[in-house]
Every structure is written in C-alpha cells, then in structure tokens.
Nanobody, 129 residues
Framework: QVQLAESGGGSVQVGGSLRLSCAGS????????VGWFRQAPGKERELISC??????????YYADSVKGRFTISRDNAKNTVLLQMNSLEAEDKAVYYC????????????????????WGQGTQVTVSS
C-alpha cells in the first residue's frame, strides 16, 4: 500500500500560482490512479483533477471550475503527482487532498471519495484579494 503526503500549499494573492506535490512512499505511485480533491469550509469534498495509470485509459480529468488554470502531472522519478495551479481565484481557497487507488477505475467513480483507498493529510491553500 502507498502512503501519501501533500506539500506546497500556502497563501497567495488572486492571480498567483502554487504547485502542490503529492509524494508517494511504500509503493510506486505510477501504479495508482491519483486524484486531487479540495474541501472548503461548509462544503463537500470535491474532485478537481485526476490522472490515470494507463495513458490509453483517458487523459487527465479537470473540473470545469479549474479547467485551463490547473495542470496535473506525474514525476515518476520522484514518485510524485503534481498539481500546478495558476490564475488562482478567491474561490480556490480550500484544503487540498491527494488520494489514490490501485490501478485505474471506472470514470463514473472519479468523483467519489470512497473510490479512493489512500489519502494524504491535506494542505491549506489560501487566496486573498
């Protein structure tokens, strides 16, 4: 099983950028479908992006709210999944979690937190105007 640890959160102004990192340990993260979720106060945890194990199983997914601003990628040499966040908006303020499940899953399950077996502790992102 894999352990996950997020880093890279912080405070930025509107329009700024952050790069979140999800580091895997205990197993090879490239064998896992990995998603980035976020949860704002009083709101449900929502999927914002995920990346498949096999390229042929579909390209990365992005929620409409972040499409064109966020980019998910793998750095297999570092056993890490990255989330580059540009043009940050006040609405992006939340705790961001990475989550993983071994092998690819049905796209209908991408959005369901219970589809993911492993979770990091979360990292806070604050965007101020």
């Amino acid at each position: 099983q894999v352990q996950l640890a997020e880093s890279g959160g912080g405070s930025v102004q509107v329009g700024g950028s952050l790069r979140l990192s999800c580091a895997g340990s205990g197993d090879t993260l490239s064998s896992y479908h990995v998603g980035w979720f976020r949860q704002a106060p009083g709101k449900e945890r929502e999927l914002i992006s995920c990346i498949t194990v096999r390229y042929g199983n579909g390209g990365p997914y992005y929620a409409d709210s972040v499409k064109g601003r966020f980019t998910i990628s793998r750095d297999n040499a570092k056993n890490t999944v990255l989330l580059q966040m540009n043009s940050l908006e006040a609405e992006d303020k939340a705790v961001y979690y990475c989550a993983a499940v071994f092998e690819d899953i049905d796209p209908d399950w991408y959005h369901r937190p219970r589809a993911y077996d492993y979770w990091g502790q979360g990292t806070q992102v604050t965007v101020s105007s």
